[in-house]
């Protein structure tokens, strides 16, 4: 569940950029963390891409499925065949509860 966190050097604003003028930090110490790139981001996720399609009948669902008769050796046989094609996504859909984003640097619980 969920993705990879982001791959290149500072993209996310959370990541430490390694320059010279940042302080020295001790083991001990924990900071939180500056924002520097972009000055509006959160490290809250309010939004996510939804996994479920519709088909062309506007049913909403995960996967789809369809019902064929199989005849061999003269038996008839239901088998299930997933449906692939003609599929819209939902869309991105608004979290009713924020999470925290997986790149976000600090310790939030040490047991």
């Known amino acids: 569940m969920g993705g990879s966190g982001s791959k290149s050097k500072g993209f996310w604003p ?9 302080p020295i930090k001790d083991g001990n110490e924990q900071s939180i963390a500056k924002v520097r790139s972009f000055p509006s981001a959160t490290p809250f996720v309010l939004t996510r891409k939804s996994s479920m399609y519709f088909d062309e ?3 909403l669902a995960h996967e789809f499925y369809e019902e064929t008769i199989v005849t061999k050796n003269g038996r008839k046989k239901a088998k299930l065949k997933r449906i692939q094609k003609n599929l ?3 869309g991105i859909q608004k979290l ?3 999470s925290i984003h997986v790149d976000f ?3 939030l619980c040490e047991a």
């Open 57 to 59: 009948d506007g049913d």
């Open 88 to 90: 819209t996504p939902q």
């Open 96 to 98: 009713e509860i924020p």
């Open 14 to 22: 959370f990541s430490g950029s390694g320059s010279a003028d940042d």
């Open 105 to 107: 640097p600090v310790v």
